[in-house]
């Protein structure tokens, strides 16, 4: 069973600018390319900040506005700071949210949602820039075939974990949704069985219609007792 990462969704063809890139040309690249960010690199291609829309539009909110207000907080300075912004090194915000290349894509989802960002630069372990994951490309999970998330159920689980039932036990797949229907031992097989599906890549959801002869949910209370998490 195939875990999915960053790597397997990224873009690797990633617009980047150099940190003396000037501000219209920041300006330039989002609106030809139609981006709302754009990671800022050095001469050795690692991450040193990200320059946005938001962070390009300082000249214009400031605009005229010579004197800071009295008793005005830090955000408000730093806004103030990039309205006189020249190059991306002054524009970027800093440090950026950078993801590691191998990051599970459930985590780097975590992230984004967490730092409210649309977009992760990918590193390496040197912080080199080597692909760049948005929102969109962590979807890409759930245009899986269903064979293909059948396939992972039946070899990466079923086979594995469930071996002593894995001939009365049958996993069926539509638009993403995996029904398991069959028979176990005992409730715990089953719990495992529907715990580990739902992390497949591309699942949306399981359906648990398996019998079980034993019910021991209350000796081992919760998956979190036999290691699931």
Same mark, same amino acid.
């Given at each position: 069973m195939k875990n999915w990462h960053v790597d397997d969704v990224m873009t690797t063809s990633v617009v980047t600018v150099p940190e003396e890139a000037p501000y219209r040309a920041v300006v330039d690249l989002l609106i030809r390319h139609r981006l709302s960010a754009v990671p800022v690199v050095d001469d050795f291609q690692r991450v040193t900040g990200v320059v946005s829309e938001a962070d390009l539009l300082r000249k214009i909110e400031y605009a005229g506005d010579e004197k800071p207000r009295l008793f005005e907080g830090r955000r408000r300075r730093g806004e103030r700071v990039k309205a006189d912004a020249r190059t991306a090194a002054d524009l970027m915000s800093v440090p950026p949210v950078t993801v590691l290349k191998g990051t599970p894509i459930p985590a780097a989802a975590r992230l984004m949602e967490r730092e409210g960002v649309k977009r992760l630069p990918v590193i390496d372990?040197?912080?080199?820039?080597?692909?760049? *994951?948005?929102?969109?490309?962590?979807?890409?999970? @759930?245009?899986?075939?269903?064979?293909?998330?059948?396939?992972?159920?039946?070899?990466g689980i079923l086979r594995i974990y469930l071996a002593e039932n894995v001939l009365t036990v049958k996993a069926t797949v539509a638009?993403?949704? *995996?029904?398991?229907?069959? @028979? *176990?031992?005992?409730?715990? !097989?089953a719990d495992i069985a529907k715990?580990? !599906?739902?992390?497949?890549?591309? *699942?949306?959801?399981?359906?648990? %219609?398996? %019998?079980?002869?034993?019910?021991d949910s209350n000796v081992l209370g919760t998956g979190i007792a036999y290691g699931i998490a």
């Amino acid at each position: 069973m195939k875990n999915w990462h960053v790597d397997d969704v990224m873009t690797t063809s990633v617009v980047t600018v150099p940190e003396e890139a000037p501000y219209r040309a920041v300006v330039d690249l989002l609106i030809r390319h139609r981006l709302s960010a754009v990671p800022v690199v050095d001469d050795f291609q690692r991450v040193t900040g990200v320059v946005s829309e938001a962070d390009l539009l300082r000249k214009i909110e400031y605009a005229g506005d010579e004197k800071p207000r009295l008793f005005e907080g830090r955000r408000r300075r730093g806004e103030r700071v990039k309205a006189d912004a020249r190059t991306a090194a002054d524009l970027m915000s800093v440090p950026p949210v950078t993801v590691l290349k191998g990051t599970p894509i459930p985590a780097a989802a975590r992230l984004m949602e967490r730092e409210g960002v649309k977009r992760l630069p990918v590193i390496d372990d040197l912080g080199r820039l080597v692909g760049i *994951v948005s929102r969109g490309d962590l979807l890409k999970v @759930h245009l899986r075939p269903d064979d293909d998330i059948r396939r992972d159920v039946e070899e990466g689980i079923l086979r594995i974990y469930l071996a002593e039932n894995v001939l009365t036990v049958k996993a069926t797949v539509a638009d993403g949704l *995996v029904t398991l229907k069959g @028979h *176990v031992d005992r409730w715990s !097989t089953a719990d495992i069985a529907k715990r580990l !599906t739902r992390q497949i890549a591309g *699942v949306v959801d399981v359906v648990d %219609e398996l %019998e079980y002869d034993y019910d021991d949910s209350n000796v081992l209370g919760t998956g979190i007792a036999y290691g699931i998490a």
